[in-house]
């Protein structure tokens, strides 16, 4: 267990409500984008701090960082994914997880990718199963170090990329996921069992590559294919919910319990690790929120049956922002499993796109939306225009009749240049638009975006 300390004031549980209420708004922080690709900036190559490699080297370790322009996002403060990628502790990059920044970026995130030390003599003999374990042992230590260490650099600098530390979320994948629960959850006494005398030569577990020693709460996580060493590690005040999504082929890391690689090789003992179903069920005796999904057919990090580009960031985009809606269920479910969380009501309310055509169009000259459309029913809409933050900024219910119709729906005389969320609504049914507004040329257009569109 790593040990986390916290001061409770009761002001400041009325200030993390407030700003998880405003984190709850409508269409932000969900499933599709929130802001165009346009609007999404980066800094890469941002250096969080430097250690030893295999090689006895000094390695600079960064991330690239991927955000909302802060000239247009509104909120002073965002909530933060930080993601380590795998590649066996040999291979794998940062921009590996690129895309993934961007979508989350895009849906209103800040969003982190970053680098790690890596290397140990993985071929050995030049046989299956022979690698060298000590050196194993040694790459896991090492890239918990690093994880850890860009989490406190995250939670230091927050002031400086418009983050909020409340709410700092991570996501790993297969062995980057392995050292991001290391950082999460072992305390450097347990360390000090599971990988004995590494911390003499190589300093603490979380004091290493930079000199930060500030402590950082991670508010949940997904876990990408990966495993844990020891769910014992796991203790009931580090209450951070776990969505791990995994293949039930997977013969690299365990869904269950095994042998790293499936490597059951008695004289040179690979590390035993404990799967998603194994961490489900830690979590559930200790009364942790947790969700598994699991793919039928899928091998290691790869599910046929689960999308990766469109399906598996939603998954995980939902995730985060039902917790941001202290909405968390736990379950275990094999197969497609991702309800919308577009809305920031609870997640047992859920809508649906207008199953009409509903042409949007700007009348400049009497600030006024023209809707157009056919409708099979008489019926009503609520028109509702929010600011990204989620303020409302008017609504409107207008009737429509049967077949064909035109509602006029007059703004306020003045809107702001900047972006904003047009919802319209019939019953159960609703429909998003965002739009853009020029008020220096006095121009207003309707975008509609490509939402995977990388």
Request: hydrophobic content about 35%; proline content about 4%.
């Amino acid at each position: 267990m790593k040990s986390v300390y916290f001061l409770l004031l009761i002001a400041f549980s009325f200030t993390c409500e407030a700003q998880s209420s405003v984190y709850c708004m409508n269409g932000r922080f969900a499933e599709n984008d929130y802001y165009a690709p346009i609007a999404i900036d980066s800094q890469l190559n941002i250096q969080y701090g430097f250690n030893t490699n295999i090689s006895g080297a000094i390695d600079t370790l960064h991330f690239d960082m991927y955000y909302p322009n802060t000239l247009i996002d509104p909120l002073a403060k965002r909530p933060v994914v930080m993601m380590v990628h795998g590649g066996g502790f040999v291979n794998g990059n940062k921009t590996d997880l690129t895309h993934y920044c961007r979508q989350l970026a895009r849906r209103g995130y800040v969003a982190a990718t970053i680098n790690y030390r890596l290397g140990w003599n993985s071929i050995g003999a030049g046989t299956a199963c022979t690698g060298n374990i000590p050196q194993l042992k040694t790459a896991m230590y090492r890239a918990a170090q690093d994880v850890d260490a860009a989490l406190r650099y995250l939670n230091f600098h927050a002031s400086d990329y418009a983050i909020d530390t409340d709410h700092l979320f991570a996501a790993g994948q297969s062995e980057g996921t392995m050292a991001l629960l290391l950082a999460a959850f072992c305390d450097q006494a347990e360390a000090d069992v599971y990988f004995p005398g590494l911390s003499a030569d190589m300093g603490g577990l979380h004091q290493g590559t930079n000199l930060i020693n500030t402590a950082y709460q991670l508010k949940g996580i997904f876990n990408w294919c990966g495993a844990i060493v020891d769910t014992n590690m796991i203790d009931a005040n580090e209450n951070i919910p776990i969505l791990s999504m995994h293949g039930l082929l997977d013969n690299v890391m365990p869904v269950d319990t095994g042998k790293y690689l499936s490597c059951n090789d008695t004289v040179n003992p690979y590390p035993f690790l404990f799967g998603p179903k194994q961490i489900y069920q830690r979590m559930q005796n200790l009364g942790i929120c947790s969700e598994n999904n699991f793919d039928a057919s899928g091998q290691h990090c790869y599910f046929p049956s689960l999308e990766a580009n469109n399906y598996l960031p939603s998954k995980f985009t939902c995730f985060f922002k039902n917790l941001l809606c202290g909405n968390c269920h736990s379950q275990t479910k094999t197969g497609y499993n991702s309800p919308s969380c577009m809305d920031a009501a609870p997640t047992s309310i859920h809508t649906q796109n207008l199953n009409e055509d509903i042409s949007v169009r700007y009348q400049q000259a009497t600030y006024t939306i023209l809707l157009s459309g056919e409708s099979m029913t008489t019926k009503s809409l609520k028109i509702s225009l929010y600011s990204l933050s989620g303020q409302m900024l008017f609504e409107s219910t207008k009737p429509i009749h049967k077949g064909y119709y035109n509602v006029h729906v007059p703004l306020p005389n003045v809107l702001a240049s900047g972006l904003y969320l047009l919802q319209i609504q019939s019953g159960s049914e609703m429909m998003s638009r965002k739009i853009v507004v020029d008020s220096l040329f006095q121009t207003f257009s309707i975008i509609v975006y490509d939402l995977y569109n990388p």
